[in-house]
């Protein structure tokens, strides 16, 4: 009886091996990492990835397949993504919470952000030598403008055309955009996906 105990217990640790195999590295001459929590150049004004060593754009297996799609279009563009944030450990989301615990800014760790389970990235658009394209707001912006929807001024069409241009991009290789921030796409029904509670990117 001890021993189908302890299978029982091991195989109840393979979910969680499994989902840590399902991530993948972004990788692509067409893209920039520019991790913004790997920096203080965010809304928190804290670094909450160097603890954790994450230096790299990590995400489910699927989302990866996905973004390879885009290379061909970039290229026709020619333009570059810009890659924000990817996967978040559920650790940083904690640490993310105790600086920020307003739902407003921050997914609560017990419910969970679709970053946590490797199903969304913050991304925006560059030119071919790297130069960031104007956009409606800065990453991490929370006003009405981050909005995918925002109706632009006339003086504000360019930055416009530069974010309807990534939305189409995006959905056409099958990722939906968040309704309240531009520059967060995401696998569709992303929330049936499970939590990544850890993840050690130097693996």
Request: charged share 25%; hydrophobic share 40%.
């Amino acid at each position: 009886m001890k021993s189908i105990l302890a299978g029982v217990v091991w195989l109840a640790c393979i979910p969680s091996i499994a989902q840590t195999l399902s991530l993948k590295e972004v990788k692509g001459e067409v893209f920039i990492f520019d991790l913004k929590y790997n920096s203080t150049d965010n809304f928190l004004k804290k670094n909450v990835y160097q603890p954790f060593n994450l230096t790299q754009c990590w995400v489910l297996d699927v989302l990866e397949k996905k973004l390879q799609l885009l290379i061909p279009s970039l290229q026709k563009e020619k333009l570059k993504l810009v890659f924000w944030d990817c996967y978040r450990p559920l650790e940083v989301q904690k640490a993310m919470w105790k600086l920020v615990s307003d739902t407003r800014y921050v997914a609560d760790p017990k419910v969970g952000s679709n970053h946590n389970r490797g199903a969304a990235i913050d991304v925006a658009l560059a030119d071919e030598k790297g130069t960031l394209l104007s956009f409606p707001t800065p990453f991490d912006d929370f006003s009405p403008k981050a909005s995918p929807q925002y109706p632009c001024s006339k003086e504000e069409r360019a930055q416009c055309k530069n974010r309807d241009l990534l939305i189409e991009l995006m959905k056409g290789v099958g990722l939906e955009v968040f309704p309240t921030e531009w520059w967060h796409f995401q696998l569709p029904k992303a929330e049936t996906h499970p939590v990544i509670k850890n993840f050690e990117s130097t693996k």
